[in-house]
C-alpha cells in the first residue's frame, strides 16, 4: 500500500463494527423487556378474567357517583370519572406548585441565615432544620390538621383581620368580582413579567460591563406593580370585592381555602424547607472561602457579597439535590389521603373501591406521578445547564 492509498474502508455492518454490535445489543434488551412486560399484562388479564374481574379504561366515562368537597371547577356526582381524576390532578399539582415555591424561598432563607454573623439567628436557623426534618411528615401533617381542626375557634367566634377570617372552616378571604379591569390587570401583570425577565437581562450586561450591580428585587418589583395597576386603570380600575361574611352556620361568600389545603400545604412547606435550607448551606460552604474575602476586598456588603458572588457559584451545587426535594415534596403530596384531602390518591382509591378496577386505578396514579416527576426533573435540567458556569 503506497501512502497515497486510502485506507480502505470499515463495512458499518459488520459484526466487526462496535457501533453495529452496540444497537444489536440494544434491540435486544429492548425485545427482552417488551416481552416480560407483555407477558406479566397477558398473565394478570387471564388471572383476571378467570376470577371474573373486570378491566380497562372503560369506566371513565361512566358517571363517579360521589362528590369531591374541593375541586377548582364544578364537580358532581353526575360527572364522569375521568373528571373526577382531573380534580385529584388539579388539586395535588396546587400544592405541589405552591409548596415548591414556598419551601424554597423559606428554605434558601434559613440555609442563608446559617451563615449569618448574628449567633441568635444562626441558632434558630439550625434549630428549626433540626426540629423540622427529624420528624416524620405524616406527623407533622397530621399535627397540622389537629391544630386547624380542634383548636381553631368555629365559624361563628372566627379570628378576624380586616376581611379575613381563620376558623375550623378554614381561611376566609375577599376575592375580586371578575370583570374587564381584572383581565387587563392580569394582562398587566403578564407584560410585567416579560418587562422584569427583559431587565434583569440588562442589569447582567450592565454589571458585566461596568462592575456596577443594579437592583435585582424592588426594581422588578416595581416593574411589575406598576403594570398591573396600569392594566386595571385602562380596565376602567373597579374596586368591587366579592368579601367574606359571617353566617349562621359557617363564613360566607369571597374565597375559602380548607383546613385539609391548609394542613397539607403548612406540613410539606416546613418539612421540605429544612432539607432545601441543609442543600442551599452546603452549596454555599461549598464556594471557596477566598471569594468572599474578594467579594470583601471589592467593597461588597454583605447582601452584595451573597447574591453576586456565593450564590451564583453555589449553584451549580444546589440545583441537582434541590430538584430531588422537589420530587420528594410532590410525592410526599399523597400522604395528603391521610387527613382527607382529594388529592389524586384519595380520588383513585374511591374509584378503586367502588369500581374494583385496581390495576387501572393505581396505573393512572403511577402516569400521573411519573409525568409530574420527569416533568420536574426536566425543568430543574434546563435551568441546571443555564446556571452552570462557563468554562474557558
Not at 390587570?185 to 413579567?193: N, R, S
Amino acid at each position: 500500500m503506497t501512502p497515497d492509498t486510502p485506507p480502505p474502508k470499515k463495512n458499518k455492518w459488520s459484526w466487526r463494527s462496535q457501533a453495529f454490535r452496540g444497537l444489536i445489543y440494544q434491540v435486544l434488551a429492548i425485545g427482552i423487556i417488551a416481552a416480560a412486560v407483555w407477558f406479566l399484562a397477558h398473565n394478570t388479564l387471564v388471572n383476571m378474567r378467570v376470577r371474573g374481574i373486570q378491566s380497562g379504561f372503560d369506566f371513565l366515562t361512566q358517571p363517579a357517583g360521589f362528590a369531591i368537597g374541593e375541586s377548582l371547577y364544578p364537580f358532581d356526582s353526575e360527572s364522569p370519572y375521568w373528571q373526577a381524576f382531573l380534580v385529584g390532578i388539579s388539586n395535588t399539582l396546587r400544592v405541589a406548585i405552591l409548596g415548591i415555591i414556598l419551601s424554597t424561598i423559606l428554605g434558601t432563607t434559613l440555609g442563608i441565615g446559617r451563615f449569618s454573623r448574628n449567633a441568635l439567628v444562626r441558632g434558630l436557623c439550625l434549630s428549626y432544620v433540626e426540629a423540622f426534618r427529624n420528624i416524620p411528615v405524616l406527623l407533622q401533617l397530621l399535627l397540622w390538621y389537629v391544630v386547624l381542626t380542634e383548636v381553631l375557634p368555629d365559624s361563628a367566634n372566627a379570628w378576624q383581620v380586616g376581611s379575613f377570617f381563620l376558623s375550623k372552616g378554614g381561611l376566609n378571604f375577599p376575592i375580586p368580582v371578575w370583570a374587564a379591569g381584572q383581565f387587563w390587570a392580569a394582562i398587566g401583570i403578564l407584560v410585567g413579567v416579560i418587562g422584569i425577565w427583559v431587565y434583569r437581562r440588562w442589569a447582567i450586561r450592565q454589571f458585566e460591563a461596568t462592575g456596577t450591580p443594579r437592583s435585582m428585587f424592588w426594581v422588578p418589583v416595581v416593574i411589575v406593580v406598576a403594570c398591573s395597576l396600569l392594566g386595571w386603570a385602562l380596565g376602567g380600575a373597579p374596586m368591587a370585592l366579592n368579601r367574606p361574611i359571617k353566617g349562621d352556620f359557617s363564613i360566607e361568600n369571597g374565597g375559602a381555602l380548607t383546613p385539609e389545603f391548609l394542613a397539607v400545604l403548612i406540613g410539606l412547606t416546613l418539612y421540605t424547607s429544612s432539607f432545601i435550607a441543609e442543600v442551599v448551606r452546603g452549596g454555599i460552604a461549598s464556594v471557596p472561602r477566598g471569594q468572599g474575602e474578594a467579594a470583601s476586598a471589592l467593597g461588597l456588603n454583605r447582601q452584595q457579597e451573597m447574591s453576586l458572588v456565593m450564590l451564583p457559584q453555589a449553584l451549580r451545587v444546589i440545583i441537582p439535590p434541590l430538584t430531588n426535594q422537589y420530587l420528594n415534596l410532590t410525592k410526599n403530596s399523597s400522604l395528603a389521603v391521610a387527613i382527607g384531602y382529594p388529592d389524586i390518591v384519595s380520588i383513585a382509591n374511591t374509584s378503586l373501591n367502588q369500581t374494583g378496577r385496581a390495576v387501572e386505578c393505581i396505573s393512572l396514579v403511577m402516569l400521573v406521578y411519573l409525568v409530574t416527576s420527569l416533568g420536574t426533573s426536566l425543568l430543574m435540567g434546563w435551568y441546571n445547564k443555564r446556571s452552570a458556569i462557563k468554562e474557558r
